[in-house]
C-alpha cells in the first residue's frame, strides 16, 4: 500500500521534475530531449497517443482515474518487490552474524580447553 500511494502522490512531481509541466514541456528539459527525439523518428511532429504526448498531457492535466490505478500497481509492485530484497538481505546478514557468533563461541570454547590443557600440562 505505501508503494502505490507513494507512486501516486510522487508520479505528477517526477513529471515536473523531468519537465512535462502544466504550461508545457519545459525548454533544455529531458523531456524537451524526449520531445525533439520523437519528433524526428515521426518526420516533425509527435504522435498522438506516443510516450511523450501522453507524459505532457499528464504533465498538463494531471492523471486520469485509469492512469492513477496504472501508476499505482507498478508502485504497489515495485514496493512489494523492494520489501522483499530487503527481508531476502536481512536474512542473509542475520544468517552471517549468527555464524559469526556460533564461531566465536567455538573458539571460546577451543581456548579454554587448550588454557586448560597447558595448565594440566604446566602442574606435572
Same mark, same amino acid.
Given at each position: 500500500?505505501?508503494g502505490?500511494?507513494?507512486?501516486?502522490?510522487?508520479?505528477?512531481?517526477a513529471?515536473?521534475?523531468?519537465g512535462f509541466?502544466?504550461? $508545457?514541456? =519545459? &525548454? !533544455? /528539459?529531458?523531456? @524537451?530531449?524526449?520531445? %525533439?527525439a520523437?519528433a524526428t523518428?515521426?518526420?516533425? $511532429?509527435? =504522435? &498522438? !497517443? /506516443?510516450?511523450v @504526448?501522453?507524459?505532457q %498531457?499528464?504533465?498538463?492535466?494531471?492523471?486520469?482515474?485509469?492512469a492513477?490505478?496504472?501508476?499505482?500497481?507498478?508502485?504497489?509492485?515495485?514496493g512489494?518487490?523492494?520489501?522483499?530484497?530487503?527481508g531476502?538481505?536481512?536474512n542473509?546478514?542475520?544468517?552471517?552474524?549468527?555464524?559469526?557468533?556460533?564461531?566465536?563461541?567455538?573458539?571460546?570454547?577451543?581456548?579454554?580447553?587448550?588454557?586448560?590443557?597447558?595448565?594440566?600440562?604446566?602442574?606435572?
Amino acid at each position: 500500500p505505501v508503494g502505490a500511494m507513494g507512486a501516486v502522490l510522487m508520479a505528477p512531481v517526477a513529471l515536473s521534475v523531468i519537465g512535462f509541466t502544466s504550461a $508545457g514541456i =519545459a &525548454a !533544455g /528539459s529531458y523531456a @524537451a530531449s524526449m520531445m %525533439s527525439a520523437a519528433a524526428t523518428t515521426n518526420g516533425g $511532429g509527435v =504522435a &498522438a !497517443g /506516443s510516450l511523450v @504526448a501522453i507524459l505532457q %498531457s499528464a504533465g498538463a492535466s494531471g492523471f486520469t482515474a485509469f492512469a492513477n490505478t496504472v501508476v499505482a500497481s507498478i508502485g504497489g509492485a515495485l514496493g512489494t518487490f523492494v520489501g522483499a530484497g530487503f527481508g531476502w538481505l536481512s536474512n542473509i546478514f542475520q544468517k552471517r552474524r549468527e555464524q559469526k557468533k556460533r564461531e566465536e563461541e567455538i573458539e571460546a570454547f577451543l581456548f579454554g580447553i587448550a588454557a586448560g590443557a597447558l595448565f594440566l600440562w604446566s602442574k606435572r
